[in-house]
């Protein structure tokens, strides 16, 4: 227990820190904000059209995708130093790293079959 002491205080000093700062900015804040400050800025150009254009969900899922991909990478990268350290515990880290890659290249495999990646 007295080893997660130090986690608890810091778990309740951030969100004691997150509270009060929302707070402050609640106090502090402007009441009624000027149209002008809803505005877009655009270099003290006057803006041309809305701020909100339409955007491609194509481009969300390619880069949740790589997002993905990177983390499975990481992973590997530990398994990686993990398996180096411990040859003696047998196959059974080598095959736990071969069932995640198949898992990993289903998912891969899945996502070329559907054309998740064309950008048109």
Known sequence: ME??????ILLIVSLLLCV???A???ILGPKRPVPMQLSTYECG?????GSHVPFKSSFYLVA???LLFDVEAA???AWALVYKNSLAEGPAL????IVYLGLMA???FYILRKNILRLN
Not at 94 to 97: E, I, P, Q, V
């Open 94 to 97: 080598f095959w736990a790293l």
């Open 24 to 26: 402050v900015t609640q």
């Open 75 to 77: 992973f590997f990268l």
């Open 20 to 22: 009060g700062i929302l």
């Open 106 to 108: 289903i998912g891969l």
């Open 45 to 49: 150009v006057k803006p041309e059209g």
């Open 64 to 66: 949740v995708l790589f």
């Open 3 to 8: 080893t997660l002491l130090p986690l608890a």
